[in-house]
């Protein structure tokens, strides 16, 4: 997993994977086709949820569709697409913007990344596929959203999704499990495990139920707590990276009536009273500004850090901050850019006195990739056909620490005025309120992961906090689309976080100690063993957790608009008319996995939420 990957990555002979660049029938704005007066739906944005929804609402021929996206197609880079380079793609490929200081790390600054290219943070994430548990997506339905619930979207994640099976000799060697109920087979993206994987790996799940956890038979069917095995988006025949651009852009691009324009970033959306009816646009600073008409509805898909950014740009928003810029109100919400929340995320460093063969180590041995490179490029086989791993532990906080009741009960009797900053709005707090007492309640009954061990191969760990108390936010900083965003992830404002992370580092130290992976005769180096005090812990916590696991989440939520939410369920934006949001800043709480898979499924029940409409609308 993470901790062996070397992300500053040398390349070797270009490896010749096929280029899904677009042919000349593609529908690009400006080089194939002209840009349209109107649309009837323009969609803002091109990663996994507007190209999603693209792609079916472009299934009727009479139905026009214009994506406007920000970044660049990719080249097919060997950074793109094949496995062993994932999050190396080159920088323009991102978006890195620097948060405020941040009190709970040290006054740290972290950076916010997400995928700035057609494909979003497909293209260029770790390739992980796990789903949530089924406690994750409840969670979303009690809290107000009928309909959002694990069986409400199950038939989703299995609509957007083609799963090839492990080849029987590797499901037996790694234990490797799976009901075909659960998995899509004619779905845009390819699931596959690689043919290469790291025999350390079974010693890990073996420890994990040494560790009193469990390895569920599928992750997929909603039992995904425990440790368990889940694929990559990778196609299982030319061993590359499946994306929301090869699987649910290249294969229509033909469309006459989808198109899609590249290097544009909408600076603002248009509306006539509270109906938006469409959106301005421009490719540089000084540029012009073009605008482009919707006729039913626009789409936002802009991603958690830029869609609450456009919205204040276009007076919606916290009546306060929008005044203060002096930008004219079309509807008062103060939860854009509130609930904000990521999965922070910290590495612990082991060793091993007696490590298995092939191990992560062996990549540090020049002749022995070289060789791999040379399977890879003539078999699609070995160490290069692997990302960051296909395993992982997502544990409930009972099975993390004998704490829990005690971190609940400090959670339970919490003053939220203590943990938001001063003047924050009444239903950002009655917001986190409810999410809190859900959070305690699925939390007690064992329904959700706290935390996530990344590892499989050693000793060292990737430690995240899944389901964090805290929230930070996401304003403007100015009238300019193309200024960055102020980016506060409100790290550890909640104390209780902290109470978490500690424990984690503590049970990693005691899974190290299980008779599994003591056969590696694994040991702790950081944080070494005799730092042993909760205050030298929580020291080592502030000064090396990360605030980002690429996971930014809640910005726009789907909640009542008295609990601070943007959203409700039928994705339209509270006190406007024509407007919709569909990526990941409306999970009101991020769900204890990664998300990629997740908002495939969310993207593809929100075009049938907008099909519908449509036909259902006078």
Same mark, same amino acid.
């Given at each position: 997993?993470?901790?062996?990957? $070397?992300?500053?990555?040398?390349?070797?002979?270009?490896?010749?994977?096929?280029?899904?660049?677009?042919?000349?029938?593609?529908?690009?704005?400006?080089?194939d086709?002209?840009?349209?007066? #109107?649309?009837?739906?323009?969609?803002?944005?091109?990663?996994?949820?507007?190209l999603t929804?693209?792609?079916?609402?472009?299934?009727?021929?009479?139905? #026009?569709?214009?994506?406007?996206?920000?970044?660049?197609l990719?080249?097919?880079?060997?950074?793109?697409?094949?496995?062993?380079?994932?999050?190396?793609?080159?920088g323009?490929?991102?978006?890195?913007?620097?948060?405020?200081?941040?009190?709970?790390?040290?006054?740290?600054?972290?950076?916010?990344?997400s995928?700035?290219? $057609?494909g979003?943070?497909?293209?260029?994430?770790?390739?992980?596929?796990?789903?949530g548990?089924?406690?994750?997506?409840?969670?979303?339905?009690?809290?107000?959203?009928?309909g959002?619930?694990w069986?409400?979207?199950?038939?989703?994640?299995? &609509?957007?999704?083609?799963?090839?099976?492990?080849?029987?000799?590797?499901?037996?060697?790694?234990?490797?499990?799976?009901?075909?109920?659960?998995?899509?087979?004619k779905?845009?993206?390819?699931?596959?495990?690689?043919?290469?994987?790291?025999?350390?790996?079974?010693?890990?799940?073996?420890?994990?139920?040494?560790?009193?956890?469990?390895?569920?038979?599928?992750?997929?069917?909603?039992?995904?707590?425990?440790?368990?095995?889940?694929?990559n988006?990778?196609?299982?025949?030319?061993?590359?990276?499946?994306?929301?651009?090869?699987?649910?852009?290249?294969p229509?691009?033909?469309r006459?009536?989808?198109?899609? =324009?590249?290097? #544009?970033?909408?600076?603002?959306?248009?509306?006539?009273? &509270?109906?938006a009816?469409?959106?301005?646009?421009?490719?540089?600073?000084?540029?012009?500004?073009?605008?482009?008409?919707?006729?039913?509805e626009?789409?936002?898909?802009?991603?958690?850090?830029?869609?609450?950014?456009?919205?204040?740009?276009?007076g919606?928003?916290?009546?306060?901050?929008?005044?203060s810029?002096?930008?004219?109100?079309?509807?008062? =919400?103060?939860?854009v850019?509130? #609930?904000?929340?990521?999965?922070?995320?910290?590495? !612990?460093?082991?060793?091993v006195?007696?490590?298995?063969?092939?191990?992560? !180590?062996?990549?540090?041995?020049?002749?022995?990739?070289a060789?791999q490179?040379? =399977?890879?490029?003539? &078999?699609?086989?070995?160490?290069?056909?692997?990302?960051?791993?296909?395993?992982?532990?997502?544990?409930?906080?009972?099975?993390?620490?004998?704490?829990?009741?005690?971190?609940?009960?400090?959670?339970?009797?919490?003053?939220?005025?203590?943990?938001?900053p001063?003047?924050?709005?009444?239903?950002?707090?009655?917001?986190?309120?409810?999410?809190?007492?859900?959070?305690?309640?699925?939390?007690?009954q064992?329904?959700?992961a706290?935390?996530?061990?990344?590892?499989?191969?050693?000793?060292?760990?990737?430690l995240?906090?899944?389901?964090?108390?805290?929230?930070?936010?996401?304003?403007?900083?100015?009238?300019?689309?193309?200024?960055?965003?102020?980016?506060?992830?409100?790290t550890?404002?909640?104390?209780?976080?902290?109470?978490?992370?500690?424990?984690?580092?503590?049970?990693?130290?005691r899974?190290?100690?299980?008779?599994?992976?003591?056969?590696?005769?694994?040991?702790?180096?950081?944080?070494?063993?005799?730092?042993?005090?909760?205050?030298?812990?929580?020291?080592?916590?502030?000064?090396?957790?990360?605030?980002?696991?690429?996971?930014?989440?809640?910005?726009?939520?789907?909640? &009542?608009k008295?609990?601070?939410?943007?959203?409700?369920?039928?994705l339209?934006?509270?006190?406007?008319k024509?407007?919709?949001?569909?990526?990941?800043?409306?999970?009101?709480?991020?769900?204890? !996995?990664?998300?990629? !898979?997740?908002?495939?499924?969310?993207?593809?029940?929100?075009?049938?939420?907008?099909k519908?409409?449509?036909?259902t609308?006078p």
């Open positions: 997993m993470w901790p062996y990957i $070397v992300l500053s990555v040398v390349l070797g002979p270009s490896l010749a994977v096929a280029s899904p660049s677009i042919a000349n029938r593609a529908q690009i704005v400006g080089r086709v002209q840009l349209l007066n #109107n649309y009837d739906y323009v969609i803002v944005g091109a990663g996994a949820a507007g929804v693209a792609n079916r609402l472009s299934e009727d021929p009479k139905v #026009n569709v214009l994506v406007l996206e920000a970044g660049d990719d080249h097919g880079e060997d950074e793109i697409l094949i496995p062993r380079y994932a999050l190396g793609a080159p323009k490929y991102f978006y890195n913007i620097p948060s405020v200081p941040l009190p709970g790390l040290n006054n740290r600054s972290e950076l916010l990344t995928g700035k290219v $057609v979003g943070g497909t293209a260029v994430n770790g390739m992980f596929m796990p789903r548990a089924k406690g994750d997506y409840d969670i979303w339905k009690e809290l107000g959203n009928p959002w619930g069986s409400d979207l199950l038939p989703y994640f299995i &609509k957007s999704e083609t799963f090839t099976p492990p080849p029987a000799a590797l499901a037996t060697e790694f234990e490797i499990t799976y009901d075909m109920r659960y998995h899509g087979t779905g845009p993206v390819q699931s596959s495990y690689p043919p290469f994987l790291y025999p350390a790996v079974k010693l890990f799940l073996r420890a994990i139920r040494q560790f009193g956890s469990h390895v569920p038979y599928d992750y997929a069917s909603g039992d995904a707590l425990g440790a368990y095995w889940a694929p988006t990778l196609d299982p025949v030319s061993r590359t990276r499946s994306y929301a651009r090869t699987a649910y852009y290249d229509i691009r033909s006459s009536n989808l198109h899609l =324009l590249p290097n #544009n970033t909408v600076t603002n959306i248009i509306f006539n009273g &509270k109906t009816t469409g959106v301005k646009f421009s490719n540089a600073r000084e540029a012009p500004i073009r605008s482009v008409s919707a006729c039913r626009v789409i936002i898909a802009a991603g958690a850090p830029h869609t609450p950014q456009l919205l204040q740009l276009s919606v928003g916290p009546k306060k901050l929008l005044n810029f002096g930008i004219p109100i079309v509807s008062d =919400l103060p939860g850019g509130a #609930n904000f929340h990521d999965h922070a995320y910290i590495f !612990t460093a082991g060793s006195a007696h490590d298995l063969n092939p191990s992560p !180590t062996n990549t540090s041995n020049t002749t022995w990739m060789e490179l040379i =399977l890879y490029q003539t &078999k699609r086989e070995g160490v290069y056909t692997t990302s960051l791993g296909n395993s992982a532990a997502f544990l409930p906080l009972n099975e993390i620490t004998s704490l829990s009741n005690t971190i609940i009960n400090g959670l339970r009797s919490q003053n939220p005025q203590a943990v938001f001063v003047g924050t709005d009444s239903s950002i707090i009655a917001g986190w309120k409810a999410t809190r007492d859900l959070l305690i309640k699925y939390t007690q064992g329904k959700i706290a935390g996530e061990f990344i590892g499989g191969t050693g000793a060292s760990m990737g995240v906090l899944l389901k964090p108390f805290s929230r930070g936010s996401l304003t403007i900083k100015s009238k300019e689309a193309f200024d960055d965003p102020v980016v506060d992830f409100g550890l404002r909640n104390p209780l976080d902290l109470d978490v992370m500690t424990e984690m580092i503590k049970a990693w130290r899974m190290l100690l299980t008779p599994a992976l003591q056969t590696m005769g694994s040991a702790a180096i950081s944080p070494a063993d005799n730092i042993t005090s909760t205050a030298d812990l929580q020291a080592f916590v502030r000064a090396n957790l990360a605030a980002s696991l690429w996971h930014p989440s809640g910005s726009a939520p789907m909640m &009542k008295e609990l601070g939410g943007v959203v409700g369920p039928d339209l934006v509270y006190g406007t024509g407007l919709s949001i569909i990526d990941a800043s409306i999970l009101p709480i991020c769900p204890s !996995t990664h998300i990629t !898979t997740t908002m495939y499924a969310v993207a593809e029940k929100a075009a049938d939420i907008i519908l409409r449509a036909k609308s």
